[in-house]
């Protein structure tokens, strides 16, 4: 099994920034991706941005382009999500997926979500 943690949410005004930090522990291995996701009220969970297990290829949704920044510390086994120039249309509930293929079956594991809100 695996675990997740999100954390770093908070309220912030628009302009402002925000980092989010995601902890897999527990049998990572095979764990090949991971991925934050976010969902506001009524709207169905949508991606936000994907790193690979060693931090050398990213990608981000178009919506939080050249605002947010997802790395890796390898030390810590944590991922975050730097979020600047936030606008009120960001404020979710931020999800964190750990994507793992193993004995030839792709399983995903998710945070308990950590809520964003920003105020105009």
């Known amino acids: 099994q695996v675990q997740v943690v999100e954390s770093g949410g908070g309220l912030v005004q628009a302009g402002g920034s925000l980092r989010l930090s995601c902890a897999a522990s527990g049998r990572t291995f095979g764990i090949y991706v991971m991925r934050w996701f976010r969902q506001a009220p009524g709207k169905e969970r949508e991606f936000v941005a994907s790193i690979n297990w060693s931090g050398s290829s990213t990608y981000s949704a178009d919506s939080v382009k050249g605002r947010f920044t997802i790395s890796r510390d390898n030390a810590k086994n944590t991922v975050y999500l730097q979020m600047n120039s936030l606008k009120p249309e960001d404020t979710a509930v931020y999800y964190c997926?750990?994507?793992?293929?193993?004995?030839?079956?792709?399983?995903?594991?998710w945070g308990q979500g950590t809520q964003v809100t920003v105020s105009s």
């Open positions: 997926n750990a994507r793992q293929e193993t004995a030839g079956r792709r399983y995903d594991y």
